[in-house]
């Protein structure tokens, strides 16, 4: 069994930045994706990142150019540094990781991110 814990959300004005940051722990032979979604009210959960085993990344084109997502393996970690924030960025945001061996997915409980204007 995997468990992921998210942190770093809250509020902040438009234009700031924020990391948000995602642990798994368990019994883990290896993390292989790696990603965050989002998901605002009324609307259904999007892709904003992903980076693979092999440090490969995409991102939704709402974000590029703003976030970067990035992992740290010794600690099992997924990051998002979120620059440049905008109001429509507003949105709980949802860590997922899939393991090795057994290929299964894990999601966080979410973590909200606020956007004022």
């Known amino acids: 069994q995997v468990q992921l814990v998210e942190s770093g959300g809250g509020l902040v004005q438009a234009g700031g930045s924020l990391r948000l940051s995602c642990a798994a722990s368990?019994?883990?032979?290896?993390?292989?994706?790696m990603a965050w979604y989002r998901q605002a009210p009324g609307k259904q959960r999007e892709l904003v990142a992903a980076i693979s085993s092999g440090d490969r990344t995409n991102y939704a084109d709402s974000v590029k150019g703003r976030f970067t997502i990035s992992r740290d393996n010794a600690k099992n970690t997924v990051y998002l540094q979120m620059n440049s924030l905008k109001p429509e960025d507003t949105a709980v945001y949802y860590c997922?990781?899939?393991?090795?061996?057994?290929?299964?997915?894990?999601w966080g409980k979410g973590t909200l991110v606020t956007v004022s204007s």
């Open positions: 997922n990781v899939q393991v090795f061996i057994s290929g299964m997915d894990y």
């Open positions: 368990g019994t883990i032979f290896g993390i292989n994706h």
